[in-house]
């Protein structure tokens, strides 16, 4: 028997989170074309299709890219506003799967669409077939482009000789696009005897997640049937499918689980119907995340790829008896070690001499790369073979990953399990052990919620985006550098400063650059201290969401989409300040704006990117007939000191709805406060006159002419000089306050001190505060003391009666 095996690499790592029901999103922006089906939503490979794009703002479509080689675009036809044509030829040899495809028009990008590409010919679903006992009957060995409505339910029907096994497969998830998890189908396939009797069925399953497939293999020579629909009898008029149905082998594991760049791996496909064949897959000679490898026999050749790593990590298989672990065999780090928990109840231990003070990171894939059933527990024990730490699932997927610190020389113990206790064959895993290095990984910053950036450049106008850096290890000044932008563009790189996670970027284009697009990557780069310290860009998109808008189908590229789109019908400019803004200061920034004729729209203004610390005001516009506007902007008491970038992004109507540009960037400097106050608590009464002595520190020279204003003063106060000017030697400024005695009694915490110094045509300012200002009744006049009256002669006082006495005491007094 002949195997062979075919691989393509994966410029993208597709992701699924399980989640069901609702999600909100907000919608495309406006300008933007969106393509929302595809119809057919594959091709077969060798052979010339004609694809529709079907959406909303087509009718300017110009041309198509592809993320991967092996499809060529032979003609992009517009043929409305909702429909484009495009006439493709997928490469003979171009192996199976899914491919990224993205639709660009001269005002846009649309939104990244995945097509199938298959080796078994192509048929369309032909209604009614609903009923069991009317299906609609296909030969084997062929894929199905269908549409599964609300409570639809398709049947198609083949013929089987015993000892046949036939593999159905479905892509429903996998071709849907929904960030409101609307449209789109999750699949149910079943495969069904004479009977009616289900054979074999799938709802979701390891390897294609949230799709599935089924294995059947014929006892004896009859027709047998297969089922498709919802999951939960939904479905929609977009709830298209492919289904591939045939003899073809259906590989649910290879093991292990990947191996180094420009070497063979010596591999046991683990299939379908659970019997294994041996395989030997020659790997490329870079790094992959992912890489997919494609089985073909004398049956057929598989509709997708499973999925192994490549890098340069040594590895080690695992040795049965490995379930001790004070008994693991000794295994090389930094490493790879392979595996699979075969059997329930089964655990995997390796064993590696580790360095005391040396930080080692381990991380487990299975699930989320592998596309193994594996839930995976982790554990790592110190030489005593005492836990020292744990995982389960980790950063938001179900693999493992941690990192410790080695507390002492010796040997230390890996060991892997399934949470449930689980095992089988295709419980396949792989288990990289290495030393983290310093590094950067860049992303472009999402501007419209779930929507993966793109970025348009008008023709003689400027665009920018904001690159986000996640650091590891690395806390250093990045740099930028763009590769593979389209004809006629350039950027703007700004160093992203120490410790910030993000910054923006400019993309110009000339004047007589013409429409195209291009994919991009961006690299980034350490400082002059750390050289070595690297990274480029990958950007996530998310394709369909479920409930809570978590993600149930997303995939990954490493290159992102830039097109050179229409005109502005403007110009903007935003004026460089020649002065700082300081901390706890505030400055108004201009724009001023060209209107060509015919054009005389608002133009509503917004930051890309503000520096830390620093607020802008996003709620300015130039109206009609206005040419200019002042956009205030304050930096608060801990602000970042340096020179930071700003850019603002101008929003207006277009033909095709709301279109952005951007201004040209300023470079702002932001500075140290000048002057430190120290507000008294001060004190005065109704009708009266007081003064406020406020002590200031200079903290630093200063160039220009220099003012304390004190504002905030309350109602029924005034100051008859509220403005004073102060030198270098100025150590307290004083404010006379007069108080009308209609002012309101009470505490007032509203005094501010506003500093302005003047510099040329520009004035720096400076705002602090609060002080307090109390406002008291006067007290009541004193009143003088009644006078005393005289007293009046008294009579004498006449004796009092005697007190009659009782019998007793008057025996007493005779004796």
């Given at each position: 028997m002949k195997l062979k095996t075919s691989f393509r690499p994966l410029a993208a790592a597709m992701l699924v989170v399980f989640s069901f029901s609702m999600s909100l999103c907000q919608t495309a922006f406006a300008?933007?074309?969106?393509?929302?089906?595809?119809?057919?939503?594959?091709?077969?490979?060798?052979?010339?299709?004609?694809?529709?794009?079907?959406?909303?703002?087509?009718?300017?479509?110009?041309?198509?890219?592809?993320?991967?080689?092996?499809?060529?675009?032979?003609?992009?036809?517009?043929?409305?506003?909702?429909?484009?044509?495009?006439?493709?030829?997928?490469?003979?040899?171009?192996?199976?799967?899914?491919?990224?495809?993205?639709?660009?028009?001269?005002?846009?990008?649309?939104?990244l669409r995945l097509i199938g590409v298959g080796s078994m010919p192509l048929v369309t679903e032909v209604e009614p077939n609903d009923d069991f006992a009317a299906p609609q009957k296909i030969e084997l060995n062929c894929t199905i482009d269908g549409v599964v409505k609300r409570e639809d339910v398709d049947h198609y029907q083949v013929q089987l000789k015993a000892g046949q096994t036939l593999n159905v497969e479905i892509e429903g998830i996998r071709v849907a696009n929904s960030l409101r998890n609307q449209n789109i189908l999750d699949p149910y396939v079943a495969i069904l005897d004479e009977g009616r009797f289900e054979v074999a069925s799938s709802d979701d399953s390891a390897l294609l997640q949230q799709d599935g497939f089924c294995s059947f293999t014929a006892p004896a020579d009859g027709t047998y049937s297969i089922l498709v629909r919802d999951s939960s009898f939904l479905g929609s008029d977009l709830g298209g499918y492919r289904l591939h149905v045939g003899t073809f082998p259906r590989p649910v594991a290879i093991i292990p689980g990947g191996g180094q760049p420009s070497t063979v791996l010596d591999a046991q496909l683990v299939l379908s119907d659970g019997t294994q064949r041996s395989a030997k897959i020659p790997l490329p000679s870079e790094n992959y995340p992912q890489w997919g490898v494609t089985t073909e026999d004398e049956n057929g050749v598989t509709p997708s790829p499973n999925w192994i790593r490549v890098n340069e990590l040594p590895v080690a298989m695992e040795q049965e008896p490995n379930d001790d672990r004070t008994k693991a065999p000794v295994v090389a780090v930094p490493g790879a070690y392979c595996g699979v928990i075969?059997?329930?109840?089964?655990?995997?231990?390796?064993?590696?001499?580790?360095?005391?003070?040396?930080?080692?990171?381990?991380?487990?894939?299975?699930?989320?790369?592998?596309?193994?059933?594996?839930?995976?527990?982790?554990?790592?024990?110190?030489?005593?073979?005492?836990?020292?730490?744990?995982?389960?699932?980790?950063?938001?997927?179900?693999?493992?990953?941690?990192?410790?610190?080695?507390?002492?020389?010796?040997n230390h113990t890996v060991r892997i399990y399934d949470h449930l206790r689980g095992g089988g064959p295709t419980y396949a895993y792989r288990i990289e052990v290495s030393m983290p290095t310093p590094s950067v990984n860049l992303t472009l910053k999402e501007l419209r919620r779930d929507e993966a950036q793109v970025v348009e450049v008008p023709i003689g106008g400027s665009t920018a985006m904001v690159v986000t850096a996640t650091r590891d290890r690395y806390n250093g000044e990045v740099n930028l550098s763009l590769d593979g932008l389209p004809a006629g563009v350039t950027a703007t790189t700004f160093p992203m400063p120490a410790g910030r996670p993000e910054v923006p970027v400019i993309l110009s284009a000339a004047p007589d650059a013409k429409h195209n697009a291009s994919l991009y990557t961006i690299y980034a780069k350490g400082d002059d201290k750390n050289p070595l310290v690297g990274g480029k860009l990958s950007?996530?998109?998310?394709?369909?969401?479920?409930?809570?808008?978590?993600?149930?189908?997303?995939?990954?590229t490493d290159r992102a989409a830039m097109a050179v789109t229409d005109e502005v019908p403007f110009s903007l400019e935003l004026i460089q300040p020649n002065t700082p803004i300081v901390r706890s200061g505030s400055k108004n920034l201009l724009v001023k704006i060209n209107k060509k004729e015919g054009f005389d729209e608002r133009v509503s203004f917004r930051t890309l990117y503000n520096p830390p610390g620093v607020s802008i005001n996003n709620s300015r516009y130039i109206d009609k007939g206005k040419t200019e506007i002042e956009i205030p902007i304050t930096a608060n008491s801990s602000a970042g000191i340096g020179t930071w970038p700003i850019i603002f992004v101008a929003t207006y109507n277009s033909k095709t709805g709301s279109a952005t540009t951007v201004t040209p960037p300023i470079m702002l400097e932001v500075q140290d406060s000048i002057f430190k106050y120290e507000f008294p608590k001060a004190a005065g009464e109704l009708g009266t006159e007081v003064s406020i002595a406020i002590p200031m520190e200079i903290l630093r020279e200063y160039e220009g002419e220099a003012e304390v204003q004190l504002v905030g003063i309350p109602a029924g106060v005034t100051s008859p000089a509220a403005t004073q000017k102060i030198t270098p030697e100025s150590k307290n400024v004083v404010f006379p306050l007069v108080i009308d005695a209609a002012a309101k009694v009470g505490k007032h915490k509203t005094l501010n001190c506003i500093a302005r110094i003047k510099v040329g045509d520009e004035t720096i300012v400076q705002t602090n505060g609060p002080g307090e200002l109390r406002i008291d009744k006067p007290l009541p006049p004193k009143v003088d003391a009644p006078k005393a009256e005289e007293k009046k002669a008294e009579a004498p006082k006449q004796p009092a009666a005697p007190k009659p006495l009782s019998r007793l005491e008057q025996l007493r007094q005779k004796k």
């Open positions: 300008t933007l074309p969106v393509v929302t089906s595809l119809e057919p939503r594959g091709v077969v490979r060798g052979e010339e299709t004609v694809v529709q794009f079907k959406g909303t703002r087509l009718s300017d479509a110009s041309e198509v890219l592809c993320d991967l080689p092996g499809i060529e675009i032979l003609e992009v036809k517009a043929v409305s506003n909702a429909v484009t044509e495009v006439k493709l030829r997928a490469a003979a040899d171009l192996t199976p799967g899914l491919y990224p495809i993205r639709l660009i028009t001269k005002s846009g990008i649309a939104n075969d059997k329930p109840g089964d655990y995997d231990c390796f064993t590696f001499e580790a360095k005391k003070g040396t930080k080692y990171r381990v991380e487990v894939f299975a699930r989320n790369v592998l596309r193994s059933p594996l839930d995976a527990v982790l554990n790592v024990f110190n030489p005593k073979h005492a836990t020292l730490t744990s995982s389960d699932d980790s950063r938001g997927r179900i693999d493992p990953y941690l990192e410790f610190d080695a507390q002492e020389d010796g950007q996530h998109h998310k394709l369909v969401l479920g409930q809570n808008r978590r993600e149930m189908w997303a995939y990954d």
